[in-house]
């Protein structure tokens, strides 16, 4: 049973600085990984999508990285801004191939300005 | 992007009465949408597998006959939830995917609040 575990669960950095969210994954059979941000009491936006085959992906101050041997991504936040303070959260398939997302529970961002 | 909608944003309806949710996706079809569920300061929990034109799959643990779900089109998956309880009161979230492997996009939830 894949199960996703996001490491710190919370995290308060001043702005300016650089940051990695972690993200682990029990089996790393996964067809992708996928980044996205939730806003308190809002849906998710995805930010970022890594295929299976893919190392890293960029979107402005977002990098994210993949490692599926060792079950393992990290996002890469450059420059905080208090813009970016929300809960990201990682999910990949419940297995295999599979639509079906499994979700780790997140770490809550605060970017002080 | 693909673009989510979902009706209402929030409901409070009394316990014992039901409350249906629209999910709708603006600007693509979707074949498969997917429910889930998400309490206070917990992650996303999958419930069903709403898929048109055919009967909705449900994850372990999850009452079907309370959760009703349709996707009677392309673009619109409704969830029913059926003589509701207070401990039904959480955060509804439906997605759908543009094309199958890529990016997965989310509603913006729809808070029930049962009393």
């Known amino acids: 049973k894949q199960e996703v575990t996001q490491i710190p669960a919370a995290l308060s950095v001043p702005e300016g600085e650089n940051l990695v969210l972690n993200c682990s994954f029990t089996d790393s059979a996964i067809y992708n990984l996928q980044w996205f941000r939730q806003d308190p009491g809002k849906g998710l936006t995805s930010l970022l999508l890594?295929?299976?085959?893919?190392r890293e992906q960029t979107s402005g101050r977002l990098n994210a990285s993949l490692d599926k041997s060792s079950g393992r991504s990290t996002l890469y936040i450059a420059a905080s801004q208090p813009g970016d303070s929300a809960t990201y959260l990682c999910a990949v398939p419940t297995q295999g191939g599979s639509e079906k997302l499994v979700f780790g529970k997140g770490t809550k961002l605060t970017v002080n300005p | 992007g693909a673009v989510v909608s979902q009706h209402p944003s929030w409901v409070i309806c009394k316990s014992g009465t039901s409350v249906k949710i629209e999910c709708r996706s603006l600007?693509?079809?979707?074949?498969?949408m997917f429910w889930y569920r998400q309490f206070p300061k917990q992650s996303l929990m999958l419930m069903a597998t709403s898929n048109e034109g055919s009967k909705a799959t449900y994850e372990q643990g999850v009452e079907k006959d309370k959760f009703l779900i349709n996707h009677a089109s392309l673009t619109l998956s409704t969830l029913t939830v059926t003589s509701a309880h207070p401990e039904d009161s959480s955060f509804y979230i439906c997605?759908?995917?543009?094309?199958?492997?890529?990016?997965?996009?989310f509603g913006p939830g729809t808070r029930l609040t049962v009393t």
């Open positions: 600007d693509f079809q979707a074949t498969t």
């Open positions: 997605s759908a995917f543009l094309d199958r492997g890529g990016e997965q996009y």
């Open positions: 890594i295929q299976s085959s893919q």
